[in-house]
């Protein structure tokens, strides 16, 4: 399929590829799609911060955030990125403020962005994972999604602005197996 590829904006390429990179940690996809959420969002907090589109927390909200009967919290390492994570009776869930995330808005997000277009993406993602040990995995994982994400213009003009999601460079990437 020459020139295989999806107009879409970062934010939903990184949700989708942190999902893939959890399940292929093991954890299920309800588990993944929470965790993968919090990746993305934390990772668009540091960039609108690093561009000045987010003003800095305000005093107090930087600070460690409270945690009234969330249970036991530990952090999750997802590319790049730890996530605070809790275990619910549903499973793990990425905690934002004191509420696990739910999987399901993720989902829908995620088809929503994508659209016919997801099935395409998530293959090539999943054999991009499948590609790589988990140990190399865990270790590359941003660095991959900086080789493949939608190329933007820099700085603020690139926010939220679409690209071109190369899915047949995704696929070159998976000959550089680790396994």
């Not at 960039?47 to 909200?61: F, N, T």
């Not at 277009?117 to 040990?133: S, T």
Request: charged fraction near 30%.
């Amino acid at each position: 399929m020459p020139n295989d590829k999806i107009s879409i904006n970062r934010a939903p390429v990184l949700t989708l590829w942190a999902a893939v990179v959890a399940e292929r940690f093991g954890y299920d996809a309800d588990e993944a799609l929470s965790l993968a959420k919090a990746v993305a969002g934390l990772n668009a907090q540091a960039k609108g911060r690093s561009l000045g589109i987010l003003g800095k927390p305000k005093a107090g909200e930087g600070d460690e955030p409270k945690k009234r009967d969330l249970g036991e919290e530990f952090w999750v390492e997802l590319c790049g990125r730890p996530v605070p994570a809790k275990k619910t009776d549903a499973g793990i869930r990425a905690v934002t403020g004191d509420k696990p995330i739910d999987p399901e808005p993720v989902r829908k997000y995620l088809s929503s962005k994508f659209g016919d277009d997801l099935a395409r993406a998530l293959a090539a993602l999943e054999a991009l994972a499948a590609a790589f040990a988990p140990s190399d995995l865990e270790e590359s994982a941003y660095s991959l999604y900086e080789a493949f994400r939608p190329k933007i213009a820099s700085g603020q003009r690139g926010w939220g602005q679409k690209g071109d999601l190369d899915l047949d460079l995704i696929r070159s990437l998976t000959t550089k197996k680790r396994k």
